[in-house]
């Protein structure tokens, strides 16, 4: 690995360690490791093949299922949002690619062009985004044609919040939907996310869809690492400079911070179109040889600043850790108002990925 790299380090172990929680949890469960955006950043490929022990996968684009299953991916893989139009429904159909349906059209558009899928039943119980409204379950299961009805999946919306009870509501309305249906595959669930299964055993059920948890982070809303989950990301750049700036200068655009005496900066090579955000608070830490040392200045696009203690020994090549292995990405995400999601997500294509694994 060159030194002069923004890398993401991969930790495969860690992910493995993770879905063996995700086991732990829900022992009676089929696991669907959650693999969109390119693994939330982590890349999907080798995230999937350190996974051999899961039972499917789940995407949200048709892109992302043919990238795994031309790197071999043998696994059930289904699509999220189902199929659109008649190319991706091609697609699904030479893949081998389960479908979400959540609205008629999509079912439409498999009869119509005879096409034969395993099919998951969306309903919208409380999200308000995607599937079918709980009373027009019988009447979508009775047209169902020649697919086949593999489940019925919905989604938690604030799982990620203890103290909400909308997710009792949620699970009271799909078992007021699927009581009294007979039809084969209507009895088996998926409801649970990364917060459903490490907070409400009430929702495991038959298929649980593990997302964030597999990478490390906690899918909560109070942003508090959890011990049991093994961080996988570590996010690094190299130092390209050092320099001090005068007591009375300024650093970066816009000249946000001011030395109020003479100081050491080193300049770190990530920047925001890198993945590192620019929303970040002034002052938040960046790691140097393990130590926290501040961030100060605006992000730019390719570089960010670090104040350097009197007697730090810092030199161009060294690396500074950004998140990740000694600074928990929940930290920053709380720092820049978001969550661990879209800095993992946010993790750009230039970026390189690195991977560590022990076997
Ligand atoms: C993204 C996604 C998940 C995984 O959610 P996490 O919070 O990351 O665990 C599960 N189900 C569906 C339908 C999703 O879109």
């Not at 699904?92 to 439409?108: C, K």
């Not at 009870?165 to 007021?176: I, S």
Request: proline content about 5%; charged content about 20%.
């Amino acid at each position: 690995m060159s030194s002069r790299q923004v890398t993401a380090l991969v930790d495969l172990d860690a992910i493995s360690s993770n879905f063996n929680l995700v086991r732990h949890h829900a022992p009676n469960s089929c696991a669907m490791a959650i693999m969109k955006a390119d693994a939330y950043g982590h890349g999907a490929i080798r995230v999937a093949q350190s996974l051999p022990a899961a039972d499917a996968f789940g995407v949200a684009r048709v892109s992302e299922a043919v990238e795994l299953r031309e790197a071999g991916i043998g696994q059930p893989i289904c699509l999220l949002e189902g199929v659109n139009d008649r190319e991706e429904l091609n697609l699904a159909s030479i893949f081998e690619l389960q479908v979400v349906i959540h609205d008629q059209s999509q079912l439409e558009l498999l009869e119509r062009s005879g096409a034969r899928r395993k099919i998951w039943l969306k309903i919208d119980t409380g999200m308000g985004r995607l599937g079918f409204s709980p009373e027009t379950v019988p009447e979508v299961l009775a047209s169902l044609g020649k697919q086949t009805l593999l489940g019925v999946m919905t989604h938690l919306s604030e799982a990620s919040d203890p103290s909400s009870t909308k997710t009792d509501l949620q699970l009271m309305r799909l078992q007021e939907v699927i009581g009294n249906l007979e039809q084969p595959g209507a009895k088996t669930l998926s409801i649970a996310n990364s917060a459903g299964i490490l907070g409400h055993a009430a929702s495991l059920a038959d298929w649980v869809r593990p997302g964030l948890m597999l990478y490390g982070a906690t899918p909560f809303d109070d942003l508090k690492p959890m011990d049991e989950l093994h961080p996988a990301m570590t996010f690094s750049a190299p130092v390209i400079a050092v320099h001090t700036v005068k007591a009375g200068e300024s650093v970066g655009y816009g000249g946000i911070f001011t030395a109020a005496e003479d100081t050491r900066v080193a300049v770190i090579a990530a920047g925001y179109a890198d993945g590192y955000p620019r929303e970040i608070a002034q002052g938040a830490p960046i790691l140097l040889h393990g130590e926290r040392r501040k961030l100060v200045g605006n992000v730019s696009m390719d570089m960010i600043c670090v104040e350097l203690e009197p007697s730090d020994v810092v030199q161009p090549s060294d690396r500074a850790v950004l998140w990740g292995e000694g600074l928990a990405i929940e930290e920053i995400a709380a720092l820049c108002g978001t969550i661990p999601y879209t800095l993992m997500t946010g993790v750009s294509s230039r970026v390189y990925r690195h991977y560590r694994v022990s076997n």
